[in-house]
């Protein structure tokens, strides 16, 4: 577009009654973006910003009182009663089970980047480690390990029906 003395003057006129930049594109017969070019090359006053709404401030969020607890959630449940034991049967005391706590095995310093990091075993369990066998160049696994790890993909010309 030739920004002729009359459409600066036109822009401006619009820009100071605060009117949108699409506003004045439409009224003036151009795209938004050249008003905001040629607006911003004849360095007129910055805009507030259409999203950013501080003019109205936010009230301050009200700290909700706490629910009260119904009475049937803070009661203990009820405890469960063992049948009667029979007479004639011997009883033998069993323990509880005590739960399960899997603690992961102390953090093994690694000899390098020279040992087979495949795993072995279940992470968590004692028997867990890894082979650490002589790793093949360039892989980070043994020759025994890379042949499970790495394997060629199949020709897909053999699934053609």
């Known amino acids: ?10 822009l401006k006129a619009l820009w100071a009654e605060g009117h949108s930049t699409a506003e004045i594109g439409r009224r003036m017969g151009i795209s938004k973006n050249a008003v905001v070019g040629k607006a911003h090359r004849l360095n ?19 700290p909700r009182a706490p629910r009260p607890v119904p009475a049937a959630r803070m009661a203990p449940p009820p405890m469960l009663r ?5 007479q004639h049967a011997p009883t033998v005391a069993v323990a509880p ?21 495949w795993p072995i075993g279940e992470p968590g369990t004692s028997g867990f480690r890894f082979c650490g066998g002589d790793p093949m160049s360039g892989k980070p696994y043994c020759t025994e390990h890379a042949a499970l790890a790495y394997v060629k993909p199949r020709d897909r010309r053999e699934d053609a029906a």
Do not use: K, N, Y
């Open 1 to 10: 577009m030739d920004w002729t003395a009359e459409a600066i003057e036109r």
């Open 44 to 62: 007129l006053p910055a805009r507030p910003s259409p999203i950013r709404r501080d003019a109205v401030p936010r009230p301050a969020p009200v």
């Open 82 to 86: 063992a049948a009667p034991a029979v």
């Open 97 to 117: 089970p005590s739960p399960v706590v899997r603690a992961f095995p102390a953090a093994r310093q690694r000899i390098g980047a020279r040992t087979c990091c």
